[in-house]
C-alpha cells in the first residue's frame, strides 16, 4: 500500500494571516548552479564542476480571487504586499503536519475573469534567502 501523502487541506498563510482560496501550489524549486573547472588535469579528460549559488526559484499558485478578502485586498493582503514590495514571511502547511516556512516578496498577481468561469488570479511569491523545510511531529 502506497504512503502518499493527499495534498487537500494544504494551507499557505502570509504571516499569521491565512490565504484564502490558494489552488495548485508549485515550488518553492530548489536548485544549485554550477561552475565548470575542467583544466588539463581532469581525470580521464572528462568534465568537472563545483557548485555555486543555491536558487529558490518561485512559488507560484492560482486563487479564487475575492477582492474583499483581507488576504486578497489592497489594505493587508496580497495586492498590498505587491504594491509595499515588502518581504514578508510564508508558511506552507501540508496536511500531514510538514512545513516550508521562507520570506519572500509578491512578484506576480495576474487576474482574469472569462465570460465562462470565475474571478482568479495567478500569484507568484519569489523568495528570498533559505527556505526551511520541517518534517511533520513524530
Do not use: C
Request: no cysteine; proline share 9%; hydrophobic share 35%.
Amino acid at each position: 500500500m502506497s504512503e502518499a501523502i493527499g495534498t487537500l487541506g494544504t494551507t499557505l498563510a502570509r504571516g499569521l494571516q491565512h490565504i484564502a482560496q490558494v489552488q495548485d501550489i508549485s515550488g518553492p524549486d530548489l536548485s544549485t548552479d554550477t561552475d565548470e573547472i575542467t583544466n588539463h588535469d581532469s581525470p580521464d579528460g572528462v568534465e568537472e564542476f563545483i557548485p555555486t549559488i543555491k536558487r529558490t526559484g518561485e512559488m507560484t499558485f492560482p486563487l479564487v480571487f475575492l477582492p474583499s478578502d483581507p488576504s486578497h485586498d489592497n489594505d493587508t493582503g496580497l495586492l498590498a504586499a505587491w504594491a509595499d514590495r515588502s518581504l514578508d514571511s510564508y508558511v506552507l502547511t501540508y496536511p500531514d503536519g510538514s512545513t516550508w516556512t521562507f520570506s519572500a516578496y509578491v512578484t506576480g498577481f495576474s487576474n482574469s475573469a472569462p465570460v465562462d468561469g470565475h474571478l482568479s488570479a495567478d500569484v507568484t511569491l519569489r523568495p528570498s534567502g533559505a527556505p526551511v523545510f520541517a518534517p511533520p511531529a513524530p
